[in-house]
């Protein structure tokens, strides 16, 4: 199991020591929401905090592309020295050239589908990806309740990838604590990712540990 703090809900203001403390707590990835007050109603980063992250960590940057247009954005990210970039299914018009687009900048990709997309939305590209990354909120905002509807799709798309023979990550985002992980392993997901239950605590590292063997039972 892999845990993913995302940065969303960190100390903006110390932003190279908030990355370093998640690292030294046992993080496996570090998450990068990017939002452009267009797919999402509210903005964040662009590719230069994602530079600028690139020498604090040895950590994978998982960059998560809340935006219209990604096409547009991905060669920047990539440079910018992300190790995952995921797209959103309802952001991309032509999403298997998306994913090509991510893979040849040597950039692991990935899919994104919201709460009420579908797992069928992406069966034709699943062998073609290395994450799918399920929202457990609506995106856009950081401190938000876990969607318990989803559960059902992550066992059905842990299935599919079985059936398939595939090694593809399952990531699991939103209002993801010590509680909301249980079902969420069981389902079959691999990284999950945390915000507002890791940054929005006084010991980050009894947080993150905490989540981690709460996900271990
Ligand atoms: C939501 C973002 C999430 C967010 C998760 O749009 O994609 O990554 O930071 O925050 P929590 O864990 O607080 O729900
Ligand atoms: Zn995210």
New binding site residues.
């Given amino acids: 199991m892999k845990i993913a703090p995302?940065i969303?809900s960190a100390d903006f203001s110390k932003l190279g020591e908030e990355v370093r403390e998640v690292e030294a707590a046992g993080a496996d990835l570090i998450?990068?929401?990017v939002m452009d007050g267009h797919f999402v109603p509210n903005i964040t980063i662009g590719p230069l905090i994602v530079e600028a992250l690139r020498p604090v960590t040895q950590l994978p940057l998982d960059v998560?592309l809340?935006i219209e247009n990604p096409d547009q954005y991905i060669e920047a990210f990539a440079k910018a020295g992300a190790d995952y970039i995921t797209v959103h299914v309802e952001a991309s018009r032509h999403l298997h050239r998306s994913i090509q687009l991510i893979k040849s900048f040597g950039v692991k990709a990935g899919v994104?589908l919201n709460p009420h997309t579908p797992v069928e939305s992406i069966q034709h590209v699943l062998e073609d990806v290395d994450m799918v990354?399920l929202?457990t909120v609506n995106?856009g905002f950081g401190g938000q309740k876990f969607i318990n509807s989803v559960v059902p799709k992550i066992r059905q798309l842990s299935e599919s990838i079985k059936e398939k023979g595939l090694s593809v990550e399952i990531e699991i985002?939103?209002g993801i604590n010590e509680e909301t992980i249980v079902p969420c392993v069981e389902a079959g997901a691999t990284i999950f990712?945390a915000?507002s239950a890791i940054y929005n605590q006084d010991n980050r590292a009894v947080a993150l540990q905490g989540i981690r063997s709460a996900g271990e039972q």
């Fill in positions: 995302s969303l998450h990068v929401d998560h809340m994104v990354l929202m995106p985002d939103g990712v915000g």
